[in-house]
């Protein structure tokens, strides 16, 4: 199936630093969401963005729904260690395939 | 709020024989339960889409025959492994859809790790 493209796959740094992440997708979608999952748990929502152009915050989290509809991007500022974890954005398209597509992930770990 | 659960959380299981998986919704009546799969270090692929009283709807490429999924009421949806081989080793994580929520509202499951041996 579809999946978006995350970048970085990986990302090591160290406390209190800040953190950047993108997903790009060839498909537009409506809505973009951003999880965060830790081992062997589901994934958990963090961010909802809704129309294009979008920026939202939540606490240290800040993301936003590209112009084109078809990339997102999710910030973390003054990491700390429990941010570790592995941070999937997601897109939802109502155009008749209601599902939501994951991206291949961002496994942040923290140094430290 | 909105809390999935999953039973069990872990199971081995021999090759050939089945393995039922238990998704419930806790605190809220869910139109709609998804299921994924998830290989080490990759992301969530959905396997099927169930509606409750009604048949499920298969991801292409995932057999219907071997993963029976039977959503019999708003709270409870059940995926089963049928004779399953070491392939089907993996991580499955059912989502929920709440009744008159959002259309991209889905609360996830913590998981259940399949190991065939």
């Known amino acids: 199936g579809q999946q978006l493209n995350q970048s970085p796959q990986s990302m090591f740094i160290q406390e209190g630093e800040d953190v950047s992440m993108n997903c790009t997708s060839s498909?537009?979608?409506?809505?973009w969401l951003w999880y965060k999952q830790e081992p062997g748990e589901g994934p958990v929502l963090l961010i909802a963005l809704y129309k294009a152009g979008e920026l939202t915050s939540n606490g240290r989290l800040t993301a936003q729904f590209g112009i084109t509809r078809k990339d997102s991007f999710l910030n973390i500022s003054a990491s700390i260690p429990s941010d570790v974890g592995i941070y999937f954005c997601a897109g939802w398209a109502n155009f008749g395939n209601e599902k939501l597509t994951f991206g291949t992930g961002t496994r942040l770990t923290i140094i430290p | 709020g909105a809390v999935v659960s999953q039973h069990p959380s872990r199971v081995i299981c021999k090759s050939g024989t089945s393995v039922k998986i238990e998704c419930r919704s806790l605190d809220f009546q869910a139109t709609t339960m998804f299921w994924y799969r998830q290989f080490p270090k990759q992301s969530l692929m959905l396997m099927a889409t169930?509606?409750?009283?009604?048949?499920?709807?298969?991801e292409q490429g995932v057999e219907k025959d071997k993963f029976l999924i039977n959503h019999a009421s708003l709270t409870l949806s059940t995926l089963t492994v049928t004779s399953a081989h070491p392939e089907d080793s993996s991580f499955y994580i059912c989502?929920?859809?709440?009744?008159?929520?959002?259309?991209?509202?889905?609360?996830f499951g913590p998981g259940t790790r399949l190991t065939v041996t």
């Open positions: 498909s537009i979608f409506n809505t």
């Open positions: 989502s929920a859809h709440p009744a008159g929520g959002w259309a991209y509202e889905q609360y």
């Open positions: 169930s509606n409750e009283g009604s048949k499920a709807t298969y």
